[in-house]
């Protein structure tokens, strides 16, 4: 039951002939205020997808990129229902770019349910990425949400079979999110020759569009992604801009090079289906 906006979305970038970018960002780093300017940013300069990252403690499936993003997060204070609230504000703007939270289970669980399905659809997000939370585990996450017709978006990576595809794929929705190298986000590249195969077992047995992600930092390799791929998901190169703001102190440029990026990434993939 995908929501409405990523079905669009996909039929929007399959009919273009082309991947869809999707672009992660951490919410409230270096604060919220720039994290919207950020948004508008990236949906601006041909985001088709974006990710929100909401700060977490122990962000084990993060590598140092957007860890050290949840850490400015949380130093500024930032909750699980801030990231709410700077989805809302987004939506009151934006009525179509499909908006997915990715976080972990702890801060979720902490609010309920119930109530965090409740927030998110008020919030206007179209889909969960939960990380720690496998697929016999998020039953009850999952039916919260289906009340709202919110997609519970899984992970699958080269060294899932395909009977472990199955399972990952049973109740998924929206798209599945392929992890492109075994690691943490931003770790290494892949070949895309290498994990085409997969990728096309993964999107058979699923139904879904395949997203792939972990590794992608240039307009090059998001285009070789985009050719064997739905999706292509960037999040570390998006991420290290805040960084260089907050080190410099000129927030403003972290949308700035955020835009820049998006740019280049969405031209890359347009050229690449030409």
Known sequence: MPTSRISACFEKTRAEGRAALV????????????????????RE?????????????DPMADGPSIQLAGQRSLAAGTKLADVLALARRFREVDSETPLILMGYANPVHHMGYDSF????????????ITVDLPPEEDAPLREHLAEHEISVIRLATPTTTEARMARVAEGASGFLYFVSVTGVTGAGAADPREIAPKINAARRISGLPVCVGFGVRSGAQAAEMAK??????????????????????????????????????????AEAAS
Do not use: C, W
């Open 23 to 42: 672009a992660y960002l951490m919410a409230g780093d270096p604060d919220l205020e720039t994290s919207f300017q950020a948004l508008m940013a990236l």
């Open 228 to 269: 064997i791929a739905d999706g292509v998901v960037v999040g570390s190169a998006f991420v290290d801009h805040a960084a260089k703001a907050l080190e410099s102190g000129h927030f403003a440029d972290a949308p700035a090079g955020m835009g820049r990026l998006a740019r280049e990434l969405s031209e890359a993939i």
């Open 117 to 128: 399905a409740d927030a998110a659809a008020t919030a206007g997000i179209d889909g969960v």
């Open 45 to 57: 300069n041909g985001a088709d997808i974006i990710e929100l990252g909401a700060p977490f403690t």
